[in-house]
């Protein structure tokens, strides 16, 4: 095609000159794009703490935020409209002008600016042109774009796999293709990044934390109420990876033991109306069974609420001995908002602890300081820049020490605590009696004297869900 030509031996060493010329006034532009991603806005918000010249450019929006810097829908849906012919000029002419303009370019795995040829992916003519050009590029991801099904399966009983309705409609899904796509980006990449159970996709990708929170605007909720029925509010945008079903099951069980629970359900709202609802909440729930915590926890920690979530491990959390979620999987749900309806005088504690954590960990100065690290370690930044991200560090250290963790807000079902430990062990032991029991009924009725042994078994009436309970293996 003419226009690569005339990229390659026009615009690339244009760009190149560009990018030296602004290094040497000590400055460089970022780019973040460009799936809609409702972080997107915050990520650019960092990067400027940080000294560089940053924007957001997207071209689509959902309807929960519409909060970026530039949205090229029209020009690229127009374009569209005219034909394939006049979509490849425009993305041409699109990046052209991103190369002219940046010097640090992040995306995620599923696009460039350039469309994909496929559901997932980015160009390898755009990477080709950025590297030519001289410019670092950094792939980050947010979960779909990398996500395989076998890899997910084999992550354990529960993962984001588990109720899929539709395999191969949601995500990357297919193995083989997904892993071709980071091997293939990889040559072109500065970094990749990743990030919870997304570093299982990503191999050598760097592990930092890069959903930042903005402080300023999730001002702190009243904290919880005890005279009303416990208000338990969720925000899932797909039911189906999240376990929605479990925790409704859970919420009508225990009001048919009498106990009082007003459950809200929040779809389809802008984010706005989500981060009000959850003011209004005494506990938000945000999934169950997919190994690591979602955005929508950062946010109801922020304002101030204990949010239930499953996470997988430990590791897959910043700082997690001040994390105060409740780690529940559909196993341990029921007992924990047992412990919830028990101990109502303890959720605002456990409340502002999570908007401490949030404050501490996850806001943009903290999400900042880590991509100044990141910086650092993989791109020749100017003197200027430098000195910028250094002090920003020193700065961050010090605000951070500034907040100090609430005291007397622990709970049985922490990331990590020995009850956590115990409730999984519970769980594997239960599915090993069934898989013996299983076998035991296959076996002849010469066996039948063995059979008779696992009768007086002292726990063989109790379900996989009393085995996970705390009453078993707690201490004395």
Not at 41 to 70: H, R
Not at 105 to 114: A, E, K, N, Q, S
Not at 205 to 229: C, E, F, G, K
Request: aromatic share 10%; glycine share 6%.
């Amino acid at each position: 095609m003419i226009l690569d030509w005339m990229i390659r031996s026009l615009v690339v060493p244009v760009a190149r000159r560009l990018s030296a010329r602004r290094f040497a006034r000590g400055q460089m532009r970022s780019l973040w794009g460009a799936t809609p991603i409702l972080t997107l806005p915050l990520k650019s918000k960092a990067s400027t703490l940080l000294g560089f010249e940053s924007c957001s450019l997207v071209f689509e929006t959902y309807y929960i935020t519409q909060g970026f810097d530039l949205n090229l829908r029209r020009v690229a849906n127009g374009a569209a409209r005219l034909g394939p012919w006049a979509a490849a000029v425009v993305d041409r002419l699109i990046l052209s002008w991103a190369l002219l303009r940046f010097d640090v370019f992040h995306y995620f795995f599923d696009r460039g600016l350039m469309r994909p040829t496929s559901r997932f992916g980015i160009r390898r003519e755009e990477l080709e042109f950025l590297k030519a050009a001289g410019k670092y590029v950094y792939a980050f991801t947010y979960g779909a774009d990398v996500r395989l099904r076998e890899a997910t399966l084999a992550l354990g009983r529960w993962n984001f796999c588990t109720e899929c309705p539709e395999p191969g409609k949601f995500c990357i899904c297919d193995s083989a293709a997904g892993y071709a796509a980071p091997s293939a980006s990889s040559k072109f990449l500065t970094a990749a990044v990743a990030l919870g159970d997304m570093l299982t996709y990503v191999p050598g990708a760097r592990n930092i934390h890069y959903w930042p929170v903005d402080m300023q605007a999730m001002p702190l909720a009243p904290p919880s109420r005890s005279d009303r029925p416990l208000r338990i509010t969720h925000a899932p945008n797909h039911t189906h990876f999240k376990g929605s079903h479990y925790l409704e099951a859970a919420i009508e069980n225990l009001r048919a033991q009498g106990h009082s629970i007003d459950y809200v359900k929040v779809q389809g709202v802008p984010n706005s109306e989500v981060i009000r609802l959850f003011g209004e909440a005494d506990l938000v729930a945000d999934q169950f069974i997919g190994g690591a915590y979602g955005y929508a926890a950062l946010e109801a920690m922020a304002r101030g609420k204990p949010v239930l979530s499953y996470v997988r491990a430990s590791h897959l959390v910043e700082a997690p001995e001040e994390c105060p979620l409740f780690n529940v999987t559909p196993d341990t749900l029921e007992d924990t908002l047992l412990w919830c309806l028990g101990n109502r005088d303890n959720l605002s504690a456990i409340g502002a602890q999570g908007r401490i954590y949030v404050a501490r960990w996850h806001s943009i100065e903290a999400v900042a300081a880590r991509l100044g690290r990141l910086y650092l370690e993989t791109a020749d930044l100017p003197v200027a820049l430098v000195q910028r991200i250094k002090a920003q560090a020193v700065a961050e250290a010090d605000r951070r020490e500034s907040i100090v963790p609430m005291s007397a807000w622990e709970h049985p079902f922490r990331i990590g605590a020995v009850q956590s430990r115990l409730v999984a062990l519970g769980q594997e032991a239960a599915g090993t009696v069934q898989k013996i029991e299983e076998k035991l009924a296959r076996l002849p009725s010469s066996h039948a004297a063995l059979s008779m042994q696992v009768e007086h078994d002292p726990f063989r009436n109790q379900s996989p869900k009393d085995l996970a309970s705390p009453k078993f293996g707690s201490e004395p």
